[in-house]
Every structure is written in structure tokens, then in C-alpha cells.
């Protein structure tokens, strides 16, 4: 078989890599890079803009995220009309990381 066809050598993972490995979309997988590096709060319209995507589409990862325990907002029950900030919640993040690397190793 061709040496193309079997590499001996494997480049890093890059990003697309990584997202593709575990099922994220890459749209999340940068929500997550970006809430990461931000550090303080943000709101969808600033992670839309940052990411040249709709607010809205960013909303509704963030409110997936927010469910999981991996996001945090600023708001109570009641949205409408105010500018939600969001945090990633890096204890929950690294929890979540943990597990799942625990589950890939078989432990």
C-alpha cells in the first residue's frame, strides 16, 4: 500500500481535530476558547461579534452550556430586554475535563 495511505508520521492535533474527536461543533468549541480567555463576563452580542456569528446562534450554545453547568450568566429567570453577562464556570470546565478523560483512559 502506498506511504500516503498509512503516514508514519501524524501531525499534531489541531483544533478541528479535537472538535471533530469529541462531537463539539467548532462554533462551540470557540464560545469555550473565547469565555476561557476573556476571563470576566461577556454577552452573546460581544462573542457574536468577536466570532462574526449571529448573537442569537451564540445564545443558544450558551444556553445549552449554561444547563450543562459549564457557563454562567449574570441574570435571573427573566432575560427579556437585559444584557446578559456570561462566565465560564473553569471549576466546572476542568471537572468536566477530568471525567472525560477518565472515561477515555477506562477508569
Known amino acids: 500500500m502506498a506511504d500516503y495511505a498509512h503516514p508514519t508520521h501524524r501531525p499534531p492535533l489541531g483544533a478541528s481535530d479535537v472538535t471533530a474527536i469529541f462531537s463539539m461543533t467548532p462554533l462551540r468549541a470557540e464560545i469555550l476558547r473565547h469565555l476561557s480567555i476573556s476571563g470576566g463576563g461577556v454577552t452573546s452580542g460581544d ?3 468577536a466570532l462574526s456569528v449571529n448573537y442569537r446562534t451564540v445564545g443558544r450554545h450558551l444556553a445549552l452550556l449554561e444547563e450543562l453547568g459549564i457557563v454562567e450568566a449574570n441574570a435571573t429567570e427573566q432575560r427579556q430586554g437585559v444584557h446578559v453577562r456570561y462566565r465560564l464556570n473553569t471549576e466546572n470546565m476542568k471537572s468536566a475535563e477530568r471525567a472525560l478523560a ?6
Open 102 to 107: 477518565k472515561y477515555l483512559h477506562g477508569k
Open 47 to 49: 462573542i457574536g461579534r
